[in-house]
């Protein structure tokens, strides 16, 4: 089955600044890459995805790129507010079933 | 547009109870997918419904089930509880045509005692 890894499980970083989350998958089937920030106390919220005949997708300060030859995906936030600490998740899509990464706990300090 | 409603939202039961979840997907989705989610393991799939019929399952024991009515809304079993079902389960609504966006719950924080 399919396996994702997703790195930094933390990430720091100061108001302003840029924070890029990283996943990897091994399953060359999948075709379809969403990432999802979820809040304390709340379901996972869909912010971004990309297809495998796409490589890059931006949506005002969120991007997200895809090599699909090398199974990597990553996610960029620019210009970071406190309102985006949050945990991130990746995940691949395969005959509808979403394999998820471990998450990575983003704060955003002041 | 109303989004996936799931309830309740807390439930605290006792080891060896059984308990029954319920989702109600967004309006035109056919597809309801249940995912338990722990801070040791994450996120994983459960298993998912289509048009009233499991279409995909994961590594779970059979103590847990579900099921998807007519209107889509499905319900998730889990039968002689243990202390380790203690998760947040959340439910999944997509239209399960191709591969779409799936839009989550806010999940059903199970207890058990």
């Known amino acids: 089955g399919e396996n994702v890894e997703q790195h930094p499980s933390t990430l720091s970083v100061q108001e302003g600044d840029s924070a890029v989350i990283k996943c990897t998958y091994s399953?060359?089937?999948?075709?379809?890459f969403p990432w999802y920030k979820q809040e304390l106390g709340k379901g996972p919220q869909l912010i971004i995805d990309?297809?495998?005949?796409?490589g890059e997708k931006k949506d005002q300060r969120i991007a997200v790129t895809l090599n699909k030859t090398a199974k990597h995906f990553s996610l960029h936030i620019t210009e970071t507010q406190p309102e985006d600490s949050a945990v991130y998740f990746c995940?691949?899509?395969?005959?509808?079933?979403?394999?998820f990464g471990k998450g990575t706990m983003l704060l955003v300090s002041p | 547009k109303a989004g996936v409603t799931q309830t309740p939202r807390y439930l605290i039961k006792t080891r060896g109870q059984q308990v029954t979840l319920s989702c109600s997907p967004i309006?035109?989705?056919?597809?309801v997918s249940w995912y338990q989610q722990t801070p040791g393991q994450g996120l994983q799939f459960l298993f998912e419904?289509?048009?009233?019929?499991?279409?995909n399952k994961g590594n779970f024991p059979g103590r847990f089930s579900g099921r998807q009515f007519s209107n889509s809304r499905s319900e998730m079993n889990v039968s002689t509880l243990e202390l380790g079902d203690s998760a947040l389960y959340l439910c999944?609504?997509?239209?399960?045509?191709?591969?779409?966006?799936?839009?989550f719950g806010q999940g059903t924080r199970l207890t058990v005692v």
């Open positions: 399953d060359s089937a999948s075709n379809y």
């Open positions: 999944a609504s997509s239209t399960g045509t191709g591969e779409t966006e799936a839009f």
């Open positions: 419904y289509f048009s009233e019929t499991q279409r």
């Open positions: 990309i297809r495998s005949n796409v």
């Open positions: 995940a691949a899509m395969e005959y509808s079933t979403l394999t």
């Open positions: 309006s035109g989705h056919r597809s």
